[in-house]
C-alpha cells in the first residue's frame, strides 16, 4: 500500500501539505466520498483559515460535482459547523478542510455523513482510503454536481444559543482568545447577542499561527490570555483551538478549568435539565465526573478514548451530554457532535445561575489531584505494559483493559496508560485525592514506562 496510506488517520485525514496533501490528493477524496456516501443527495464543504486550505476546498469540491454529488459551499467555519449544517439542513455528509491544532505545513479533512455521524478508519474511511490510493471512482456520466455558497453564521449562533436561556446570562468582562483559528471569525457574530465585555485576542484568522500553537490542552500555549486576565481584573476567558472544535476556561485567576472540571460541570447541568439521563465520560477523565452525575440522580458510561467511539455510545444510550478529558464536549441536541462554542456557552451560563466565581465552580468540582496527560515515546509498548503489570498485579490491584490499562489502586488513586490512535507515543494520566501519593505513583509509573 502507498506511503499516502499513512495520512488516513484514526478519525481523519491528515499530513502535510505538498507531497502529502495537494489538490489532486483532494479532488480524488471528494470523488472516492462521494461514491461511498450511503444516501443521496447534497454534501457541505468547509474550510479552515490555513493558507492552502481554500485550494485543498476547492479541489475536494470539484471531486464531489465530478461524481455527480451536488455541493453545499459554507466558506470559512469551525469544524463544528460541518457537523451542525449536515445536521440542521439533512445533508448526505460533509468535508472539513482542517488540521485542527496541527502546525501551519500540515492539513487535513474531516469527514461526517448524514445525521453528522463520523467516518473514521473503522467507519468506512478505509474504503475512501482504498479508492484513493487504487484511483477507483464510479463512472458519474457527464452529469455534474451543482454548488451553492451559503453563509449559516447567523443560523450557528441561533442554535448555540438555544442550549441556554440567554435572558439568564450574567454580565462578564472576558478575554477570549482565538489563536488566530477560525474562533476569530465565529465569535463576534455571538457577541451582539449576550452581556459580556469581549477583549478578543489573536482573532486575526492566520493559519501559520504566528503568536501560539492553538493547542489550549497543552496549558503553555495559555500564557498571554492568563496575562491579560491578571492584569485587566477579568473575570475569566475562553481559548478555542485552530478549528474551534475545543474550548477551555480560565478562571479570573487565571487557572485553566481542565476538560475533568468541565465535564463535570455539564454533566451536572444536563442531568438537571434530563434527570436521571446517562452521561458518557471517556477512560481517561476524571473520576470527578461520575462522581458528580451519580450525585446528581444520573448514570455514568464509560468509554474508550475517541470521537466516534464516544458519539456512538451517547447514541447507544440515548446520553444528552458527553465529556473528554481532552476538551471535546459531546451534545445529543448537536447531532451528537462536539463543539467548543456550544460548550464554552453553556459552561460561562452554568457559572452565572450559581453566582459563583469560576475558581469557585473549578475548586467545588475537582474532587481530585490530577496530571495533565503525559506523552511518552516507547520502542515496545507491549514491554512497558508487562513491566506495570508486574509491579500493580492483580488481585491486589483492579485492572481494567477497555482501552490500554486502567489500574485501580484503591478508592482513591487510579492511572492509565495507553497507546495513542494518532502518534506513535504512549499516553499517561493519573488521579488521587492526594498529592503526595499522586506525585509518588507518577514517578513509579513513569519510571516502569521509560524501562
Not at 58 to 67: K, P, S, T
Not at 325 to 334: C, I, K, L, V
Not at 440 to 450: F, M, S, T, Y
Request: include cysteine; proline fraction near 4%.
Amino acid at each position: 500500500m502507498s506511503d499516502l496510506a499513512a495520512v488516513f488517520k484514526s478519525y481523519d485525514i491528515r499530513g502535510r501539505v505538498g507531497d502529502e496533501l495537494n489538490a489532486d490528493f483532494a479532488q480524488k477524496v471528494g470523488r472516492a466520498f462521494a461514491d461511498w456516501l450511503p444516501s443521496s443527495g447534497t454534501v457541505a464543504v468547509g474550510r479552515d483559515m490555513r493558507p492552502d486550505s481554500g485550494e485543498l476546498a476547492d479541489a475536494v469540491i470539484a471531486g464531489l460535482r465530478a461524481q455527480g454529488r451536488d455541493v453545499l459551499d459554507i466558506g470559512q467555519v469551525t469544524s463544528d459547523m460541518i457537523y451542525f449544517a449536515v445536521g440542521s439542513l439533512q445533508l448526505a455528509g460533509g468535508a472539513m478542510i482542517t488540521a485542527s491544532h496541527n502546525p501551519g505545513q500540515d492539513n487535513g479533512i474531516k469527514l461526517c455523513r448524514e445525521e453528522a455521524k463520523p467516518v473514521g478508519l473503522d467507519s468506512g474511511l478505509d474504503q475512501i482510503r482504498d479508492a484513493v490510493l487504487a484511483s477507483k471512482f464510479a463512472d458519474a456520466g457527464a452529469s455534474e454536481g451543482s454548488l451553492e455558497k451559503r453563509d449559516l453564521s447567523e443560523d450557528w449562533v441561533q442554535h448555540v444559543l438555544s442550549f441556554i436561556d440567554a435572558d439568564k446570562l450574567k454580565p462578564l468582562r472576558l478575554a477570549v482568545d482565538a489563536g488566530n483559528g477560525m474562533a476569530g471569525a465565529i465569535f463576534p457574530e455571538l457577541e451582539p447577542y449576550v452581556p459580556w465585555e469581549i477583549t478578543e485576542m489573536y482573532f486575526e484568522l492566520d493559519g501559520t499561527f504566528p503568536n501560539h500553537e492553538a493547542n489550549p490542552l497543552k496549558f503553555e500555549t495559555l500564557k498571554d490570555l492568563i496575562a491579560r486576565i491578571r492584569a485587566d481584573k477579568l473575570d475569566g476567558g475562553i481559548a478555542f483551538d485552530g478549528d474551534g472544535d475545543r474550548a477551555f476556561l480560565v478562571d479570573e485567576t487565571g487557572t485553566p478549568l481542565t476538560g475533568g472540571v468541565m465535564s463535570a460541570m455539564m454533566a451536572e447541568y444536563f442531568v438537571g435539565l434530563h434527570p436521571g439521563a446517562n452521561i458518557v465520560y471517556d477512560i481517561r477523565n476524571s473520576r470527578s465526573v461520575p462522581k458528580v452525575v451519580e450525585q446528581a440522580g444520573g448514570t455514568a458510561v464509560i468509554s474508550k478514548v475517541g470521537h466516534s467511539i464516544i458519539k456512538q455510545k451517547m447514541r447507544d444510550a440515548d446520553a444528552p451530554f458527553g465529556g473528554e478529558a481532552s476538551g471535546h464536549f459531546y451534545f445529543r441536541d448537536n447531532w451528537y457532535a462536539d463543539s467548543g462554542l456550544i460548550g464554552a456557552v453553556i459552561g460561562l451560563y452554568v457559572a452565572g445561575l450559581s453566582g459563583k466565581k469560576l475558581s469557585e465552580l473549578r475548586e467545588l468540582y475537582t474532587h481530585f489531584k490530577t496530571i495533565p496527560e503525559t506523552n511518552f515515546t516507547v520502542a515496545d509498548k507491549d514491554a512497558a505494559l508487562a513491566r506495570i503489570q508486574a509491579v500493580f498485579p492483580q488481585p491486589e490491584h483492579q485492572h481494567d483493559n477497555l482501552d490500554g490499562l486502567t489500574v485501580v489502586v484503591n478508592d482513591h488513586t487510579w492511572f492509565n496508560v495507553r497507546g495513542s490512535n494518532t502518534e506513535p507515543v504512549m499516553r499517561l494520566n493519573a488521579e488521587s485525592s492526594d498529592q503526595n501519593t499522586l506525585d509518588d505513583l507518577v514517578a513509579k509509573v513513569k519510571e516502569l514506562i521509560n524501562g
